[in-house]
């Protein structure tokens, strides 16, 4: 919960929708640990009485639409300074409730359209979110004061919740809508009449209540692995994982469904740790618009690579599964001590010494 509320010489909007230029809020919640603008904006929100739309409009402007696009990775500068001055929170707090505070951990360099390394899309339509990109644990959701939303849920290499260990879910078990905090009063009459956060938007489901699935593993070393990459994600780069890595396993995972010729690194996987493939989307699909299960086997795959990443790709080039060219494909600024072992495959025909 955030702070009590405190008398204001006024505690709603002007006629004009506006609040005052410098006029601190009535309620000025604090974002929660790792807690995403989007959902920290819809607390507000609710925190005032009001549905997100109005709140909105009453800060923003009704020109200004907020939830017609990914507002957790293209929040404006103006935005987060306004919601420091209003919530009297240091702008360094608010910034970091944005996706790019990710710049340089999980992708290199911040950009506001087309893909970035690791962020999942929301696939927006208007205000509809078609893509399954705000994933979340229900442990996690049900622990604490109020349920809300992670920054972290955004990352597609997480795939586990790193406090609970079990599998994160992208969508409602119940009727399979993704996940949008912001819509959930869209259809309600009455902005008091509040459930929470935590309710589908489209059928009232207590994602609280979802059921946590036990990961799937097929090798609890590179499991290990898994865990201690997503456990990183914060900058927290105790357990080895830092922007370099992160981008070898971003380049060996969009390998594992590459479709060259020649090149069959997954099933070269597959068989040396015995597992089975699931099916897969087909077509285009970069790796941060594919499906939980399917982002969490291939991730399994590459975290097996990884663990031993010299001799493993080496005898999955032996093997004939995978080529020099497709592994410095697409993969500009590539660290160092990756090239050197790539290099080894420049010459295919060492294969046969
Ligand atoms: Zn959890
Ligand atoms: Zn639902």
């Given at each position: 919960?955030?702070?009590?509320v405190?008398?204001?010489?006024?505690?709603?909007?002007?006629?004009?929708?506006?609040?005052?230029?410098?006029?601190?809020?009535?309620?000025?919640?604090?974002?929660?640990?790792?807690?995403?603008?989007?959902?920290?904006?819809?607390r507000?929100?609710?925190g005032?009485?009001?549905?997100?739309?109005?709140?909105?409009?009453?800060?923003?402007?009704e020109?200004?639409?907020?939830?017609?696009?990914?507002?957790?990775?293209?929040?404006p500068?103006?935005?987060?300074?306004e919601?420091?001055?209003r919530?009297?929170?240091?702008?360094?707090?608010?910034?970091?409730?944005?996706?790019?505070t990710?710049?340089?951990?999980?992708?290199?360099?911040?950009?506001?359209?087309?893909?970035?390394?690791?962020?999942?899309?929301?696939?927006?339509?208007h205000?509809?979110?078609?893509?399954?990109?705000?994933?979340?644990?229900?442990t996690?959701?049900?622990?604490?004061?109020?349920?809300?939303?992670?920054?972290?849920?955004?990352?597609?290499?997480?795939?586990?919740?790193?406090?609970?260990?079990?599998?994160?879910?992208?969508?409602?078990?119940?009727c399979?809508?993704a996940?949008?905090?912001?819509?959930?009063d869209?259809?309600?009459?009455?902005p008091?009449d509040e459930?929470?956060?935590?309710?589908?938007?489209?059928?009232?489901?207590?994602?609280?209540?979802?059921?946590?699935?036990?990961?799937?593993?097929?090798?609890g070393?590179?499991f290990g692995?898994?865990?201690?990459?997503?456990?990183?994600?914060?900058?927290?780069?105790?357990?080895?994982?830092?922007?370099?890595?992160?981008?070898?396993?971003?380049?060996?995972?969009?390998?594992?469904t590459?479709?060259?010729?020649?090149?069959?690194?997954?099933?070269?996987?597959?068989?040396?740790?015995?597992?089975?493939?699931?099916?897969?989307?087909?077509?285009?699909?970069?790796?941060e618009?594919?499906?939980?299960?399917?982002?969490?086997?291939?991730?399994?795959?590459?975290?097996?690579?990884?663990?031993?990443?010299?001799?493993?790709?080496?005898?999955?080039?032996?093997?004939?599964?995978?080529?020099?060219?497709?592994?410095?494909?697409?993969?500009?600024?590539?660290?160092?001590?990756y090239?050197r072992?790539?290099?080894n495959?420049?010459?295919?025909?060492?294969?046969?010494?």
């Amino acid at each position: 919960m955030g702070p009590s509320v405190k008398t204001q010489t006024a505690q709603t909007p002007l006629s004009s929708g506006r609040w005052p230029a410098t006029q601190l809020w009535p309620i000025r919640y604090k974002p929660l640990p790792d807690e995403l603008l989007s959902c920290w904006l819809v607390r507000l929100a609710r925190g005032h009485g009001l549905k997100v739309q109005t709140f909105c409009n009453a800060i923003f402007g009704e020109h200004l639409q907020v939830w017609n696009r990914d507002i957790d990775r293209l929040a404006p500068p103006w935005l987060l300074t306004e919601l420091s001055i209003r919530t009297g929170t240091p702008y360094l707090v608010v910034a970091g409730t944005t996706l790019r505070t990710y710049e340089s951990v999980l992708y290199r360099k911040f950009r506001p359209a087309g893909p970035l390394h690791w962020i999942l899309l929301l696939k927006m339509y208007h205000r509809k979110r078609l893509g399954f990109g705000l994933q979340y644990c229900p442990t996690c959701l049900a622990e604490g004061d109020v349920p809300y939303f992670r920054k972290r849920w955004r990352v597609a290499l997480s795939t586990v919740c790193s406090i609970h260990k079990t599998m994160l879910l992208d969508r409602c078990p119940s009727c399979e809508a993704a996940v949008a905090a912001h819509r959930i009063d869209f259809n309600r009459l009455d902005p008091l009449d509040e459930v929470p956060i935590s309710f589908c938007h489209r059928c009232d489901f207590d994602l609280r209540t979802a059921p946590a699935a036990e990961p799937i593993s097929y090798d609890g070393y590179s499991f290990g692995v898994l865990l201690a990459a997503g456990n990183c994600i914060d900058g927290n780069a105790a357990e080895g994982w830092t922007f370099d890595r992160y981008a070898v396993l971003h380049q060996l995972c969009r390998l594992m469904t590459a479709r060259y010729k020649h090149v069959g690194l997954r099933g070269f996987v597959l068989e040396q740790i015995g597992a089975r493939d699931i099916s897969l989307t087909q077509g285009y699909v970069s790796f941060e618009m594919r499906p939980l299960a399917e982002r969490h086997h291939l991730l399994l795959l590459t975290a097996w690579l990884m663990t031993d990443l010299e001799p493993r790709l080496h005898a999955a080039w032996q093997q004939g599964c995978v080529r020099y060219s497709v592994l410095t494909k697409d993969f500009p600024g590539s660290p160092e001590w990756y090239r050197r072992i790539v290099a080894n495959f420049e010459n295919w025909r060492n294969r046969f010494l």
